[in-house]
């Protein structure tokens, strides 16, 4: 029975290198520098007792970035086949200085592009 659970562990962690491998390429694309792993963090979101986001924040220091010494990223599924992951990135810069005002941002943003369309 241990060594089942050694294998899902190890199982689970080698998709989260690969989760955090992805994040840090999406990183590298969009704002050019490279970008350091430094923790995970949950957030839960609520509005009107609702919740409107829950999930892992990914933390990452950024080196070399002119104005934002660190971003927050997560990625989730979507339910469009010509884009079926969706990756988001928020640059650490006031007033975002932490990874629950990253999702708000992020959240606020979504919604001024849904208003657009």
Do not use: C
Not at 17 to 28: A, C, D, F, P, S
Not at 50 to 68: N, R, Y
């Amino acid at each position: 029975m241990a060594a089942n659970s050694n294998f899902k562990l190890s199982v689970s962690m080698q998709k989260n290198n690969q989760y955090i491998e992805e994040l840090r390429g999406v990183i590298r694309r969009l704002h050019g520098v490279e970008a350091k792993y430094v923790e995970s963090v949950p957030v839960k979101e609520t509005f009107q007792g609702k919740t409107v986001w829950d999930g892992a924040v990914e933390v990452f220091e950024l080196i070399g970035h002119p104005k934002a010494p660190k971003a927050y990223a997560w990625a989730h599924d979507t339910d469009n086949p010509k884009q079926p992951r969706k990756h988001v990135t928020v640059l650490h810069i006031p007033p975002v200085v932490s990874p629950i005002l990253a999702v708000r941002a992020a959240i606020v943003q979504e919604h001024r592009l849904a208003q657009e369309s």
